[in-house]
């Protein structure tokens, strides 16, 4: 049996390992094989690795890592009929429980089981190694063009998802401003909106990419100085940074007025609690960081559920992603580099080869994007 070198981790050893799996083989007619160019990685790899979290599956000792995909179609089955041999492709992250019914409606981001299992995450394979292979309705071909940015279609699928919350619920309230044309559910929603965005990771860089493209006068709130290239790149997309190291949470919504949206992505989990108390009225505040381990901390229980009746207050949690966000974050890519020049070119920072393994998950450099595992 052929095998190929895997990146992961392994059941009773901690840390990142490198193994050996079998390469995987086309068995059913809508399967396709895929060799894997490049990986990107995320907090969710670093956060596994760090605490030591895994969810391996029973039969198997290892679980190899890595869920942000760009490939190249290598072989077909014979139903195959939407991507063919040498298309670049990414593919979807969640394997539905097939037993609720979003999952059996292709909305596994939605599972109401729990049951779901996760390329690279939880119980299935990802993409730190040299070959996959999956159904093709998991599958997304890239337009031409667009194949260097294949590991962006997942992350940016989360802000979209995202993003689509947000205009989903707020269509609740259509005259959020006195623009009939500005309301949610319109093209020009973004208009006369004001949103906070909590970290400058590559999920608050990307919300930030998103909600510029749709014109919404962003703040980004970090702890980082100004030559940082998380900085820099926030001031590229037309976004006002906050130093939260230098400026309270008051006075940020003094300096914002009106936040209309608060979009969580630092899994910091104290500092966005203690956003909520100053939350405007009627707004919407969304989260998507993931912190693991405990932390204890207090907070006046009455004024926040006061608070959040009387204010109409939304605050909603969104994890993951379908095919129509990666559809979306196809859509949106080439807009992105258009409207802030090519920008996507400098959120990759570090680039290594698969079996650097060591060192790209021990990187801590003060200039620390997005990095990128190439596997050829
Ligand atoms: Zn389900
Ligand atoms: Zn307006």
Redesign the pocket.
Known sequence: METIFAVGLKKDVKGIQSFYIPKPEIKKPTEVLIKIKHTGLDGTDFNMIKYDSKDIAENRNELVLGHELLGVVEEIGKNVKTVKKGDFVTMTVRR??N??P??LHEQ?DM???G??TERGIHKIDGFLTSYVVDEEKYILKLPKGLEKYGIFVEPLSIAEKGIEQIRLIQSRMPWACKHPNHSFDSKKWGDCKTAFVIGAGPLGILATCLLRLAGVNTYVLERKDEEHIKIKTIKRLGAEYIDIRKITIPEAFKLAGDVNIIFEASGASEFAINMIPHMSRSSIYVMTGIPKGELKATFDAHAILRQIVRYNQVIVGTVNSNKNHFEMAINDIPKINRKFGNILDNIITHRFKLNQYEQYFNLQGPNQLKIVVDMD
Do not use: E, V
Request: glycine content about 8%; proline content about 8%.
């Open positions: 539905g429980c037993i609720c979003p999952c596994s599972c109401m089981t049951l779901f």
